[in-house]
């Protein structure tokens, strides 16, 4: 018995054969499957198990979605999918385990089930799993030192223009020793001016891969711990380059200082608060508003929030009486200031995973105790500031840290709020309005990832919970 084929037009009109993405499987088993490896394919084959005749009946497209096909009736009878009759010509869309019956008149259709013809059932192959596969990168840990330290890089940094890398901690004392001694910084590696370093988050993560895969590269906790404390680099830095030029003449008293350099910030021009930027001075650009200040450790309020390691100008220039001025860009002191100085008004956009329904429960609930979103947050607040909450899944750097005397950006102060919200339904249950009071707690709690695509699963499940079974398997 001959086995059913593609026709050697479809080969010649189609793409080149490659990895088989569908099949026809005939419901005879003295059949073989029909395999389907190109994206459109002419197929012939025998229509009923009592005759060994090959005729061509449908031609098979493949559909961008990868999933589906759409099959269209080549011969002069009628074909059945699905149970639906496709005339000659017509086309219709088959998705995986749709049943096509080819070749039946349409006398046999209206008598009933067509009776001794061939059915096969449309099968979409999945995908190959190589795709799926993760790149590994194999790097020699040689390359991945610090010249300074001869070790394995620590919270890595890298200097530009020579994008050369050093542990924070020690290019951080020679960024210090050389604006004692020189006029710019040199890179500790190949000598070029430095003028700009910062932290390298894509070479940390390198940087841990390798430490795990060969502990013996591995520091002590005390040589960590001395390399943390110099460590000073937790922004973005531009470094003055303040190249002396050789004259014949001696350069006036006043512009010493500043002569040939370019001011990066109002302290460069003018004196404010009894200091002003020379030309070893380093600079920090602000998140906010894009404009720089000089990096100082001798002053009262902090330059980078502590919740994301960002650079804000909007404290700093408020100490020092600075406002904005056409020639240097300067935050309002609202950008960057304590938590205890702060208000809210409305509920953060991120609050319970971005899920509406849970922010309006909450906020709901608020009213009905008879209480506003401003009282709560500063009850929580002050709840942490007790340690009376568990910080292990606050989205903040230095979580352990953080209090109501801390300075942090919007976006940080809105990512606090979201966790005191949390808490704050989690200690409410009883309180919530009767008509959401009884809903079942979701399985992946507030790691579901259905909550964000079904709007109904999202309002019938209870998401301010923890989860009880994966914290990424989605729901089916």
């Given at each position: 018995?001959?086995?059913?084929?593609?026709?050697?037009?479809?080969?010649?009109?189609?793409?080149?054969?490659?990895?088989?993405?569908?099949?026809?499987?005939?419901?005879?088993?003295?059949?073989?499957?029909?395999?389907?490896?190109?994206?459109?394919?002419?197929?012939?084959?025998?229509?009923?198990?009592?005759?060994?005749?090959?005729?061509?009946?449908?031609?098979?497209?493949?559909?961008?979605?990868?999933?589906?096909?759409?099959?269209?009736?080549?011969?002069?009878?009628?074909?059945?999918?699905?149970?639906?009759?496709?005339d000659?010509?017509?086309?219709?869309?088959?998705?995986?385990?749709?049943?096509?019956?080819?070749?039946?008149?349409?006398?046999?259709?209206?008598?009933?089930?067509?009776?001794?013809?061939?059915?096969?059932?449309?099968?979409?192959?999945?995908?190959?799993?190589?795709?799926?596969?993760?790149?590994k990168?194999?790097?020699?840990?040689?390359?991945?030192?610090?010249?300074?330290?001869?070790?394995?890089?620590?919270?890595?940094?890298?200097?530009?223009?020579?994008?050369?890398?050093?542990?924070?901690?020690?290019?951080?004392?020679?960024?210090?020793?050389?604006?004692?001694?020189?006029?710019?910084?040199?890179?500790?590696?190949?000598?070029?001016?430095?003028?700009?370093?910062?932290?390298?988050?894509?070479?940390?993560?390198?940087?841990?891969?390798?430490?795990?895969?060969?502990?013996?590269?591995?520091?002590?906790?005390?040589?960590?711990?001395l390399?943390?404390?110099?460590?000073?680099?937790?922004?973005?830095?531009?470094i003055?380059?303040?190249?002396?030029?050789?004259?014949?003449?001696?350069?006036?008293?006043?512009?010493?200082?500043?002569?040939?350099?370019?001011?990066?910030?109002?302290?460069?021009?003018?004196?404010?608060?009894?200091?002003r930027?020379?030309?070893?001075?380093?600079?920090?650009?602000?998140?906010?508003?894009?404009?720089?200040?000089?990096?100082?450790?001798?002053?009262?309020?902090?330059?980078?929030?502590?919740?994301?390691?960002?650079?804000?100008?909007?404290?700093?220039?408020?100490?020092?009486?600075?406002?904005?001025?056409?020639?240097?860009?300067?935050?309002?002191?609202?950008?960057?200031?304590?938590?205890?100085?702060?208000?809210?008004?409305?509920?953060?956009?991120?609050?319970?995973?971005?899920?509406?329904?849970?922010?309006d429960?909450?906020?709901?609930?608020?009213?009905?105790?008879?209480?506003?979103?401003?009282?709560?947050?500063?009850?929580?607040?002050?709840?942490?500031?007790?340690?009376?909450?568990?910080?292990?899944r606050?989205?903040?750097?230095?979580?352990?840290?953080?209090?109501?005397?801390?300075?942090?950006?919007?976006?940080?102060?809105?990512k606090?709020?979201?966790?005191?919200?949390?808490?704050?339904?989690?200690?409410?249950?009883?309180?919530?309005?009767?008509?959401?009071?009884?809903?079942?707690?979701?399985?992946?709690?507030?790691?579901?990832?259905?909550?964000?695509?079904?709007?109904?699963?999202?309002?019938?499940?209870?998401?301010?919970?923890?989860?009880?079974?994966?914290?990424?398997t989605?729901?089916?």
């Amino acid at each position: 018995m001959n086995v059913p084929e593609s026709s050697d037009a479809a080969n010649s009109s189609s793409c080149s054969s490659g990895d088989v993405w569908a099949k026809l499987v005939p419901s005879d088993s003295r059949y073989s499957d029909l395999e389907i490896r190109s994206s459109e394919m002419v197929i012939c084959s025998e229509l009923k198990s009592s005759s060994l005749e090959k005729y061509e009946w449908c031609k098979i497209t493949r559909n961008s979605d990868q999933s589906s096909a759409t099959i269209q009736n080549t011969s002069s009878n009628t074909i059945l999918v699905d149970g639906a009759t496709v005339d000659d010509k017509d086309d219709v869309v088959i998705y995986c385990g749709s049943e096509i019956l080819p070749g039946p008149d349409r006398a046999d259709i209206f008598i009933g089930v067509p009776v001794g013809y061939l059915s096969y059932r449309f099968k979409v192959m999945p995908r190959p799993v190589a795709c799926s596969q993760q790149l590994k990168v194999l790097i020699d840990a040689e390359h991945a030192k610090c010249c300074i330290c001869l070790n394995v890089w620590h919270d890595v940094v890298t200097v530009a223009p020579c994008l050369h890398n050093f542990c924070n901690g020690c290019f951080s004392e020679w960024l210090r020793r050389s604006q004692e001694k020189r006029t710019c910084v040199l890179c500790p590696q190949c000598r070029a001016v430095v003028q700009f370093v910062g932290r390298n988050h894509f070479l940390h993560s390198i940087e841990e891969d390798i430490l795990q895969a060969d502990c013996s590269l591995r520091r002590s906790d005390e040589e960590i711990a001395l390399l943390d404390s110099y460590a000073s680099i937790k922004s973005n830095l531009i470094i003055q380059t303040g190249k002396r030029q050789q004259r014949k003449r001696p350069r006036p008293s006043l512009d010493e200082e500043t002569d040939g350099v370019e001011p990066l910030c109002p302290q460069c021009v003018n004196d404010s608060s009894g200091f002003r930027c020379n030309r070893n001075t380093v600079h920090l650009q602000c998140q906010a508003c894009g404009g720089m200040m000089p990096s100082r450790s001798d002053v009262g309020v902090p330059q980078h929030c502590l919740g994301c390691d960002r650079a804000f100008c909007g404290a700093y220039w408020n100490a020092q009486g600075v406002t904005r001025s056409n020639s240097h860009l300067v935050c309002d002191r609202d950008t960057f200031k304590l938590i205890s100085e702060r208000t809210v008004s409305r509920i953060p956009f991120l609050a319970h995973e971005k899920n509406r329904h849970e922010q309006d429960i909450t906020e709901r609930c608020i009213r009905h105790m008879g209480r506003t979103l401003p009282d709560v947050i500063s009850e929580y607040i002050g709840k942490l500031n007790n340690r009376e909450i568990d910080r292990t899944r606050m989205p903040l750097n230095h979580a352990e840290t953080i209090t109501a005397a801390t300075y942090v950006c919007n976006d940080c102060y809105d990512k606090l709020v979201s966790f005191l919200l949390y808490w704050f339904r989690i200690s409410t249950k009883n309180c919530l309005p009767p008509d959401v009071a009884g809903r079942e707690d979701c399985w992946y709690g507030y790691a579901c990832r259905t909550q964000h695509h079904k709007e109904e699963h999202a309002r019938q499940r209870n998401h301010v919970c923890r989860p009880t079974r994966g914290t990424a398997t989605p729901h089916t």
